[in-house]
């Protein structure tokens, strides 16, 4: 007999009668009539739900104290609560192929990274062991390691540069997979676990959908275009109802090398110029352009990987476009199709959103392995009364034609912010995470900000992006005409523009009620309906007087009913708070920590993030370390009530 799938994280959208519009008033009577007539399966309600066509209360009372905003080198969370470290850049995953300890000073190994955390850790989702169960004490998690920094991650950074280092910084990207279990001492890796994997920049992996095998897709290494080797600026994530993990290649562009020749304007949209952020090329010819010129249209897609089969091929599904991919967030329609929405995280990029062809089979998961191959790709029209559109990127269809210079629907997917430009889809400001509400199914995404909007030369203000030079950011919210995820009509609103009230330039102030906060960028909704924000205000940023005021990054909690937010845990100097996931009892928390110590300036130079932070090891230890932290209440109880 197949196990039932999990359903605790899971939204499914329902009919709805009520009209369309969103208006800024009444937000609880949006609520009212989510919950009755909805397929809930077994979403934990903390006791507030009912389906009796009742009212919905929202989630229970935030139950913790907020604490203060901190510019301080450790992990503060509310009285009553308390955190510890899990698994930090270095630390064994457990491999069964050995288990090297880390090395402060830089020494290990390319090959000893490989069976070790990588680094600077981003999204993090939580999958129940045995698979099908809502298993809270023994799980596997996947982790996101988004980049590297060389001046950390080597003996003497990047002097010299040299094909191991190159190595080692390939090791250090990706995805690990790691098991947890729950245990008299806390959380803890299982070590040896079968379980336990890395994928770097390095491992081989299939491209499927509409774009695998064409010629743009194909070089030395795969003359038939479906064939890539690894995956890397795995930002944000995602996960299927069946028990696979959406890893999400964001900046990739920062690793190709262009040289002295002309770069097509295909790469030049994406950002790709003859002088790349890393100096792999050096000693790796897939990254120079030269040699290779279409390896940079294998990276850029959403990378699916099954993390119950260690000897599983991960596989870039083109069907859900590529470009710099922050995240992609489920939500299950009445009839089992699939959406997941998606952000474009640059300066007045896209809003995207994924529809699958077919339903997903709870009940036979080898029946979903090619979901994600067919369906349809839209952008996002954010129009100024408050409605929106989803706008089909489909060959053929919306001006995507031949004669304007789209071959076929690969060349629409490999070409993906061409498609929206012609479609007319709507420019934001950088959206990153998005999280779809357990039982309203409204999607809430981040703009975490936009310093260029209004400036000469670059779009104004719109009313989705109503503020002109946006450093401080803000939180779109969406619902889908019918509550049905498949809709190309939506109707939205904007929850919360960040800021701090105490700025004196009064076009930054926000309207957080509550704990304000700037440059949202995580976010997630735990099974309750509370929503989890996640700051990235950049480092140098933080060096200006208005965001000390607001402290180190950090992670708040916001009550979506009555817009109340409070501040939940503060980071470590020099961090980024990203990426959480939860255990299906609402009682661990887990949590990643990026870039501590992350210097405003030259990254290369080991000594100049250890004086910002020495977090987590202390002074005595040395390198800041990215890692996974675990938040419980003392008393046990669930997290946030
Ligand atoms: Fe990797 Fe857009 O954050
Ligand atoms: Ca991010
Ligand atoms: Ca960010
Ligand atoms: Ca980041």
Not at 154 to 179: C, D, N, R, Y
Not at 520 to 539: A, K, R
Not at 575 to 597: K, W, Y
Request: charged residues 20%.
């Amino acid at each position: 007999m197949k196990p039932a799938l999990p359903t605790d994280r899971l939204a499914v959208g329902g009919p709805a009668s009520d009209d369309d519009r969103m208006p800024d008033a009444g937000r609880r009577g949006l609520l009212k009539a989510a919950v009755a007539g909805t397929a809930l399966g077994g979403l934990p309600f903390a006791g507030c739900a009912t389906t009796t066509g009742t009212r919905w209360q929202g989630p229970p009372a935030l139950g913790f104290r907020s604490i203060a905003p901190m510019v301080d080198d450790t992990v503060r969370v509310p009285p009553g609560y308390q955190v510890r470290v899990l698994s930090a850049w270095g630390d064994p995953i457990g491999s069964p192929l050995g288990a090297p300890a880390f090395r402060q000073d830089g020494s290990n190994t390319a090959a000893e990274q490989l069976l070790q955390s990588g680094m600077h850790h981003d999204a993090i989702e939580y999958f129940p062991l045995p698979f099908g169960s809502s298993q809270s004490s023994r799980a596997l998690l996947a982790i996101n390691h988004e980049y590297t920094d060389d001046g950390l991650l080597h003996v003497g950074g990047m002097e010299p540069w040299t094909a191991e280092k190159v190595a080692k910084s390939q090791a250090a990207h990706g995805v690990s997979i790691l098991e947890v279990e729950a245990t008299g001492k806390g959380w803890q890796v299982v070590n040896p676990s079968r379980h336990a994997r890395r994928i770097t920049a390095r491992t081989p992996m299939a491209i499927s959908g509409p774009a695998a095998g064409n010629p743009a897709l194909r070089t030395s290494y795969d003359s038939s275009g479906t064939l890539a080797r690894g995956t890397m600026n795995n930002c944000a994530g995602g996960h299927t109802p069946w028990g696979t993990y959406l890893t999400c290649e964001e900046n990739w562009h920062f690793y190709f090398n262009g040289g002295s020749a002309p770069i097509p304007e295909a790469l030049r949209r994406y950002g790709v110029r003859a002088k790349g952020a890393t100096r792999w090329h050096e000693h790796d010819a897939r990254f120079d352009l030269a040699l290779e010129p279409n390896e940079p249209n294998r990276f850029g897609w959403v990378v699916e990987i099954d993390p119950y089969d260690p000897e599983s091929v991960p596989v870039k599904r083109t069907a859900l476009g590529r470009f710099k991919h922050e995240g992609a967030m489920l939500a299950i329609a009445p009839d089992r199709r699939l959406a997941w929405y998606m952000g474009d995280d640059e300066a007045f990029e896209y809003v995207y959103k994924f529809v699958t062809r077919d339903p997903y089979n709870p009940r036979d998961r080898a029946a979903n392995r090619n979901l994600l191959d067919h369906g349809t790709l839209y952008a996002a029209r954010f129009n100024d009364d408050g409605s929106g559109e989803w706008l089909e990127l489909v060959h053929g269809r919306n001006g995507l034609t031949r004669e304007n210079g789209f071959a076929d629907q690969a060349d629409v997917l490999i070409r993906t912010r061409a498609a929206a430009d012609r479609v007319g889809a709507t420019r934001m400001d950088r959206p990153e995470w998005g999280a779809v509400h357990p039982t309203t199914f409204e999607v809430y995404m981040t703009m975490t900000n936009n310093a260029l909007r209004g400036t000469p030369g670059r779009p104004g203000p719109d009313a989705a992006n109503p503020r002109a030079r946006n450093v401080f950011g803000h939180i779109l919210r969406w619902r889908e005409a019918g509550r049905d995820p498949k809709a190309t009509r939506f109707s939205w609103d904007i929850f919360a523009l960040g800021g701090d009230p105490s700025s004196a330039d009064a076009g930054q102030h926000g309207n957080v009620k509550g704990d304000s906060y700037g440059s949202p960028d995580g976010l997630w909704f735990d099974p309750s309906g509370y929503l989890w924000i996640q700051t990235d205000v950049s480092t140098s940023a933080l060096n200006r007087g208005d965001y000390q005021r607001m402290g180190n990054n950090q992670m708040l909690v916001a009550d979506v009913v009555t817009g109340e937010t409070r501040r939940f845990m503060t980071g470590p100097n020099g961090c980024e708070v990203t990426g959480c996931a939860m255990s299906p009892d609402g009682r661990s928390l887990f949590v990643n920590i990026q870039h501590p110590g992350e210097p405003a300036g030259d990254r290369s130079n080991p000594a100049r993030p250890k004086a910002i932070s020495s977090w987590p090891d202390g002074a005595a230890g040395g390198r800041p370390r990215s890692a996974t932290v675990v938040v419980t209440r003392i008393d046990g109880g669930r997290i946030g009530t």
